[in-house]
């Protein structure tokens, strides 16, 4: 009698189960459908359903159910993959370097920068005060650049020791240009920007105006565009001009291309 029904059907751990693996279903994944025996490759989701494609171009949409799929003819659980992290977005700095995180400003160089105002200082800590302080440049404005060879002079430019100057209005025939032309030295770089005042870099887009103002000849700039644009004050202009200034797409190319030379100049190697 024992023969007749084979081997014992309670032996062995028979209440153990079999556990079915879960596969994460990726794309080009081939399986099979185990109640239909449709096969094919895994080509997208719908909601809780996997979508299938065979070698025809033929899609069905099934169930992500348990044991519900074939792969290499065994019972699989397919699952929606977890979706990859996305990376942080690089943050960049108003002048639009790469910022570096956690990085402490550096203890202040001997090399400096110059710049002709306080509105100059200003506007360049605005744009590139992050890549400054990460360089350790410190950035200091000047009244003014009639005694500029003078200046430099008593900064003592040298090895380690470099100076870069930012001025306004430097184009060719002008006083600047000829004040300029007195400063020879190779630490020193001075270079700037074609406009009147630093004001006149930022562009009128960013300010709410269509253009600057023409000023006539023998006014001062920055009294006749407040008058212009119905200003009392001129710092009453300069505190908005400054405060819709969030980044270098704000400001003209020739200041942009300028501070960027000089930046380069100072942190360079000797």
């Known amino acids: 009698m024992a023969g007749r029904y084979g081997e014992d059907v309670l032996a062995g751990d028979w ?13 080009d994944l081939v399986v099979e459908d185990a109640d239909s025996g449709f096969c094919g490759a895994v080509v ?6 996997v979508v299938l494609e065979d070698r025809h171009g033929r899609r069905r949409v099934f169930p992500l159910l348990p044991a519900a799929f074939l792969l290499d003819g065994e019972p699989v659980t397919l699952r929606r993959p977890a979706r990859a992290p996305v990376p942080a977005a690089r943050r960049r700095t108003a ?3 790469i910022a570096v995180a956690d990085v402490r400003a550096r203890v202040a160089k001997a090399s400096r920068i110059w710049v002709e105002g306080v509105h ?3 506007l360049v800590e605005r744009i590139w005060g992050d890549d ?11 009244d003014g650049i009639d005694a500029l060879d003078a200046e430099v002079r008593g900064f003592g430019p040298g090895p380690g020791r470099r100076l870069g100057v930012l001025v306004d209005h430097l184009v060719p025939g002008s006083k600047e240009s000829r004040i300029v032309a007195r400063v020879d030295s190779p630490y020193v770089l001075v270079t700037g920007h074609p406009y009147v005042d630093v004001w006149q870099a930022v562009k ?10 023409v000023v006539p000849p023998g006014r001062p700039w920055k009294e006749g565009v407040c008058a212009a644009l119905g200003v009392a004050e ?6 908005r001009i400054l405060s819709r200034v969030d980044s270098f797409a ?14 380069d100049f100072v942190t360079g190697p000797d």
């Open 204 to 213: 009128p887009a960013a300010v709410g105006i269509r253009a600057w103002p």
């Open 95 to 97: 002048s639009g370097s």
């Open 120 to 122: 100059d200082a200003a």
């Open 250 to 263: 704000d400001v003209e190319t020739p200041l942009i291309n300028a501070m960027e030379r000089l930046i």
């Open 15 to 27: 209440r153990r189960r079999k556990v079915t693996p879960e596969v994460d279903a990726e794309p």
């Open 234 to 239: 001129p710092a009453e202009l300069w505190r």
């Open 44 to 49: 997208g989701f719908e909601a809780s359903a």
């Open 132 to 142: 400054l302080r990460i360089e350790g440049v410190v950035v200091e404005p000047l």
